[in-house]
C-alpha cells in the first residue's frame, strides 16, 4: 500500500495567486501558508514568490534582484550597472538561515534609474533600455543573474519547497496588492536558483504547472526580437511572450491570451464579424506564440493578475472570490487554508483568460 507522498504527482507543480481589487494590503505570510497546503505537488528543487506593491518607498524606480555566484561577479556587474542607472540604493535581501534552503547564492537588490544621458544615447524607451540592460547581464556576465527587474515588485525564488522558501525570504515581513507563489516538480530541466519560478522581466512575472511542448518554435520566434532563453525551462518564453505582445506590440491582457491559447478556428466562425475579424488577425500574426501542451499559468502584472489555461483545460485551476479579495489556485483547499469564507468559487474555462485588476486609483498613495 502506496502512503501519501510518495506517488508522483502527475500533474503538479502548484500555484496560487491572491490580489486585493481594492489596493488593500496582503501579507507575504498568507501565500506561505496557502502553497505550503499543495506540498506534495512539488519535490523540493523550486518554489518562489512575487509581489506586487511592496516597495511603495521606492515605487518610482526599478527594483533589481540579483543572484551572485561569488564577489567577482558581483563587482564586475555592479560596475555595469553604474554605468547604465543612477542607482539611489543597494543592499543585501534579508534572508534567515533556514536548514531546508542552502547553497544559496549571493543574494542582492539595487534600486535604481536609468541615467538620462545614456537612455538618451540608446534612442529607446526607458523600458526597453531596462529591458536590454537585463538581458545583457543574463547573457554576457559570468555569474551574475538578474531575476527581477520591475517597479514596485520584486520575485524571491530559490531550490527548496515554497514554504521553506517563503521563510528563508522573511516573507511575513512583507506586504502588496497582489501575491503569486509556485512549488516546482521540475520533469524535463534541473533544480537551480535561477531556474526556479516565477521568472520576471519588468513589471511581468509568470507562474506555471504545465509543460509547453511548443517550447523550442516559440523561442525561435521570440528569440527575433532580442530575447534570449538561457534558464533551461519552458516558463522563460511565456514571459518573454507576454514581454513581447503587451508591452512591444500593445496588445491587451486579453488579446495577449488570445495568442497563446488561440481559440479554436471553430470557435473563432461562431463570433460577430468584428471580434471573428480581430481573433484571425491574432492568429494568423502570431502564429508561432501559440502555446500547445498542458498548462496553466499566472501572470502578474502592474495592477492586477491574469490566470490562463491551456485550451482543453489539462491542468487544474479555481478562483475563490472574498469581498475585494480574489485567489486563484491549482486546488481549492488552499484558497480556503487562507480564506475558508469564500463568495464565490469558480473554475475558469479552458483558454479563456480570468483578470483581475486593482481598481483605478486605489493605488495612488
Known amino acids: 500500500m502506496q502512503k501519501e507522498g510518495q506517488v508522483r504527482i502527475p500533474s503538479g507543480c502548484a500555484i496560487v495567486g491572491a490580489i486585493d481589487r481594492a489596493g488593500g494590503p496582503i501579507c507575504g505570510e498568507e501565500l506561505i501558508r496557502a502553497i505550503a497546503v499543495m506540498h506534495d505537488r512539488s519535490n523540493g528543487l523550486g518554489g518562489g514568490f512575487a509581489g506586487y506593491g511592496i516597495y511603495p518607498q521606492y515605487k518610482e524606480l526599478y527594483a533589481f534582484h540579483l543572484f551572485y555566484e561569488d564577489s567577482s561577479a558581483k563587482e564586475a556587474c555592479e560596475r555595469f550597472l553604474e554605468r547604465h542607472f543612477d542607482i539611489v540604493n543597494l543592499s ?22 536609468p541615467l538620462p544621458n545614456k537612455l538618451e544615447q540608446s534612442q529607446l524607451d526607458e523600458r526597453e533600455y531596462v529591458r536590454r540592460c537585463v538581458t545583457r547581464v543574463n547573457t554576457q556576465m559570468k555569474g551574475a543573474h538578474v531575476f527581477s527587474s520591475g517597479k514596485n515588485m520584486g520575485v524571491f525564488k530559490a531550490v527548496g519547497y515554497p514554504e521553506d522558501v517563503g521563510e528563508f525570504y522573511r516573507l511575513e515581513e512583507y506586504e502588496g496588492y497582489a501575491w503569486t507563489a509556485h512549488g516546482r516538480y521540475p520533469t524535463n530541466t534541473p533544480g537551480w536558483w535561477g531556474g526556479a519560478h516565477p521568472f520576471a522581466l519588468l513589471d511581468y512575472s509568470v507562474v506555471h504547472n504545465g509543460e509547453i511542448s511548443s517550447y523550442d518554435a516559440n523561442r525561435r520566434f521570440i528569440e527575433m526580437f532580442g530575447y534570449r532563453c538561457t534558464l533551461l525551462t519552458d516558463t522563460e518564453v511565456i514571459t518573454y511572450i507576454i514581454d513581447y505582445l503587451v508591452r512591444q506590440q500593445g ?15 471553430t470557435t473563432i466562425a461562431q463570433q460577430s464579424p468584428q471580434r471573428r475579424e480581430r481573433l484571425t488577425f491574432l492568429r494568423q500574426a502570431f502564429s508561432s506564440l501559440l502555446l500547445t501542451g498542458p498548462f496553466s499559468i499566472l501572470v502578474g502584472f502592474d495592477g492586477g493578475l491574469m490566470a490562463l489555461n491551456d485550451r482543453l483545460k489539462l491542468r487544474s485551476m479555481v478562483v475563490g472570490e472574498a469581498g475585494s479579495r480574489v485567489y486563484i489556485s491549482s486546488e481549492e483547499s488552499a484558497i480556503r487554508a487562507v480564506q475558508p469564507d469564500l463568495d464565490r468559487v469558480w473554475a475558469p474555462k479552458g483558454g479563456e483568460a480570468a483578470i483581475f485588476t486593482v481598481k483605478e486609483g486605489a493605488l495612488c498613495r
Open 92 to 113: 543585501k535581501i534579508p534572508t534567515r538561515p533556514h536548514p531546508r534552503v542552502t547553497d544559496a547564492p549571493l543574494i542582492w537588490r539595487y534600486f535604481m534609474a
Open 251 to 265: 496588445l491587451t491582457m486579453e488579446e495577449a491570451s488570445n495568442v497563446m491559447a488561440a481559440p479554436f478556428w
